[in-house]
């Protein structure tokens, strides 16, 4: 077995890598392909894809969230593991060679994953409603080397207004400390989420955040270099420019089919008694629908909405290989430059607390309104510098700097790429390996060759269902 590293670049294209040397001299000196991803083209959904071979319909990863029936609530960011069915490519290793290890740095569903070593985000919830960066390790001592060699895990630079490359660099210097101990790495760099969601993707940030990412994870590639650690670096989707936010869930409430629920003037989604709602992910939206006779009727309300391409029921569902029980009864996809807003209030003033702050978990839907200072509220930044005080004071608080405008959003991405340029791409240093394309459930099967396994039960290696 050689050693592997697996880089999850996640924005990476074949535009972007003009601006970034490093990775270009690897797959200058190795090989390169485009990447045919999988819809919906969302972290959680493609990274699932790599580990296991299957498409979204096999290993059951719809989205970055869903509604949980069973549950009767919608939740996105879920970690644990077993959520993905299918065997992992580690697993399927390790029928072959039962010593194999793997270190995960913060690829998602990392929590009660079959690792070796784990590192993933994880606040630390007070009981006061304070929180505070923090990660999740394991072994639990890890934690501790990792936060007393590189500080605490920049949860704040991970996402949210103040997201930057100091997460990237956090995540590059645990990854180098842990390759030379694991057969596999695993590491996943945020950074090319910001700045194109941002401002887009061609413009002047997007290219300086390419170079920045690119000299950041330098680093580690010398490392791999000098160890003779094979690598391949994989992206998940490519941003592509946004302009047309889509309110499917406003939509639906106006035609009464979406509920809400009142307490203390603010509106929550009351998906219990809701007869049709959508959780919306990036340029996807499942919407679900209680009852089988409304179903036509969703449809065409869905389909006349300005914004939406398609409107896709079982069958084209299972064309796309996203037909799984966790799918929709209808799944959105929106038009190249439109997105869907979780937005279902119609004023403002209504709007739960939590849709003002950076709340991932508790919003029913993806909202990369997250990654703004709220442009209208010229105080935004003395009032978060007062909340933090409050927080140094240890009083409780709620940060409250999210724009509930979605206009300023520049960049997006979840559905199928339109040309190359703005697809994913895997790079790799072996020359002669990849050839021009490869499709993200080929993906497992180039890391088992990569790391020099033998074809070890082939047959059955992707077997295994979620539920």
């Not at 949210?160 to 996943?188: H, K």
């Not at 939509?251 to 509106?267: C, F, I, K, P, S």
Request: charged letters at 25%; proline letters at 7%; hydrophobic letters at 40%.
């Amino acid at each position: 077995m050689d050693q592997l590293l697996v880089v999850d670049v996640v924005g990476l294209t074949p535009d972007l890598l003009q601006h970034m040397p490093r990775l270009r001299r690897l797959a200058d000196t190795g090989s390169s392909a485009v990447l045919d991803t999988v819809l919906p083209a969302v972290t959680c959904s493609v990274q699932s894809t790599f580990l296991t071979g299957l498409p979204p319909s096999g290993h059951g990863i719809v989205g970055n969230g869903w509604y949980f029936r069973d549950l009767g609530e919608v939740f996105l960011w879920r970690q644990h593991n077993a959520l993905v069915g299918g065997e992992k490519v580690w697993e399927t290793i390790r029928r072959q060679d039962p010593g194999y290890t793997v270190a995960n740095v913060c690829w998602w569903y990392a929590m009660g994953a079959s690792t070796d070593w784990t590192v993933t985000p994880r606040p630390i919830y007070y009981a006061d409603g304070k929180k505070a960066p923090d990660c999740y390790t394991r072994p639990p001592e890890l934690r501790d080397e990792l936060v007393a060699e590189l500080g605490e895990f920049p949860l704040f630079q991970y996402w949210g207004p103040t997201a930057s490359i100091r997460s990237t660099e956090w995540i590059v210097g645990a990854a180098r400390r842990l390759m030379p101990r694991a057969d596999l790495t695993l590491a996943y760099l945020p950074h090319l989420d910001y700045d194109l969601q941002r401002f887009g993707p061609d413009a002047p940030e997007a290219h300086q955040a390419a170079r920045d990412v690119d000299a950041a994870l330098a680093p580690l590639l010398d490392d791999a270099a000098r160890a003779g650690t094979r690598v391949v670096v994989v992206s998940e989707y490519g941003i592509t420019r946004a302009d047309t936010p889509v309110d499917v869930n406003r939509l639906l409430r106006a035609e009464g089919l979406l509920e809400v629920y009142t307490q203390d003037g603010m509106e929550y989604l009351d998906p219990w008694v809701s007869r049709a709602f959508a959780v919306a992910d990036h340029q996807v939206a499942h919407v679900y629908v209680a009852d089988p006779a409304d179903l036509e009727r969703v449809r065409a309300v869905c389909a006349g909405l300005e914004g939406v391409a398609e409107v896709l029921d079982a069958s084209g569902q299972a064309a796309v290989g996203l037909d799984h029980p966790r799918s929709g009864e209808l799944v959105l996809v929106a038009e190249p430059t439109a997105w869907f807003t979780y937005y279902y209030w119609d004023d403002d003033d209504r709007a739960p607390d939590f849709a003002r702050g950076v709340e991932i978990h508790r919003k029913p839907g993806y909202d990369p309104a997250e990654l703004f200072f709220d442009p209208e509220d010229r105080l935004v930044k003395a009032k978060a510098a007062l909340t933090l005080a409050r927080k140094a004071a240890g009083l409780r608080y709620a940060m409250k700097v999210v724009p509930l405008d979605p206009s300023p959003v520049r960049g997006t991405h979840g559905r199928l790429p339109a040309r190359d340029g703005d697809s994913p791409m895997v790079l790799c240093d072996r020359p002669d390996v990849l050839d021009g394309r490869i499709a993200a459930t080929d993906v497992r099967d180039l890391l088992l060759r990569m790391a020099g396994a033998s074809a070890v039960a082939a047959a059955d290696a992707g077997a295994g269902t979620s539920s």
